[in-house]
């Protein structure tokens, strides 16, 4: 069993949909990061959050410590929201661990 | 916030050669890290290198593979050791700022081994 693990793995929307993208981890955390990378390879840090919610534009993170587990929120769902989507726990010494990520896909 | 360049961003290597990736921060910063990620796989964190000290790495990267250097505060070497085909990647260099609660990746570099 993997540390972080989320769910779903690939997900297709269409234009306008509320989208939520789920995290579990197994191990004690510092902090948990949602990451968004693009088709070109580049990672952008969205979110990083230690207990409640946070809000930017459209995305909305949120986590429960004592459940171990985080969900990010799209609103308002557009094409241009495509992209993979990664959580990652933050452990001892700011080292990251990675789940898998979920691929997104928003239609027209 | 930071931002973080790296060279060369892609490069295609001979087996049994090496390639250094240099990283560099616009921005002093007292961590940066180094991550490996494989075709259609998620990210795994090589080592953390520190400024003045040697690097951590993680368990399954070793040293004489990965050599990493941290002259200074705001760059980074990681060279990939007598390469093999597995080790076709994008490596990845960040740092994170935690007063801003961000963390800042660099555009990677694509290696390919043949």
């Known amino acids: 069993k993997n540390e972080v693990e989320q769910s779903p793995q690939n997900l297709t929307a269409q234009e306008g949909e509320f989208i939520t993208i789920n995290c579990s981890y197994s191990v004690g955390i510092s902090a948990l990061h949602w990451l968004q990378q693009h088709p070109g390879g580049g990672i952008v840090s969205l979110f990083m959050?230690?207990?409640g919610k946070k809000k930017h534009g459209r995305l909305i993170a949120t986590i429960n410590i004592q459940e171990k587990h985080s969900s990010l929120h799209i609103t308002a769902s557009h094409p241009r929201d495509s992209a993979v989507y990664i959580c990652a726990a933050e452990t001892s010494g700011s080292r990251l661990t990675f789940g898998e990520g979920t691929q997104l896909t928003v239609n027209p | 916030s930071a931002v973080i360049s790296q060279k060369p961003s892609r490069d295609i290597c001979q087996r049994g050669t090496s390639l250094t990736i240099q990283c560099q921060v616009d921005s002093q910063v007292t961590m940066m890290f180094w991550y490996r990620q494989q075709p259609g796989q998620s990210l795994t964190l090589i080592a953390t290198?520190?400024?003045?000290?040697?690097?951590?790495?993680e368990s399954g990267f070793v040293i004489d593979k990965f050599p990493i250097s941290r002259p200074n505060l705001t760059f980074s070497t990681l060279t990939v050791s007598n390469m093999s085909p597995e080790d076709s990647s994008i490596y990845l260099c960040?740092?994170?700022?935690?007063?801003?609660?961000?963390?800042?990746f660099g555009p990677g570099t694509r290696l390919t081994v043949t």
């Open positions: 959050l230690s207990s």
């Open positions: 290198a520190n400024q003045g000290s040697e690097a951590t790495y």
């Open positions: 960040s740092v994170e700022d935690r007063d801003a609660y961000e963390q800042y």
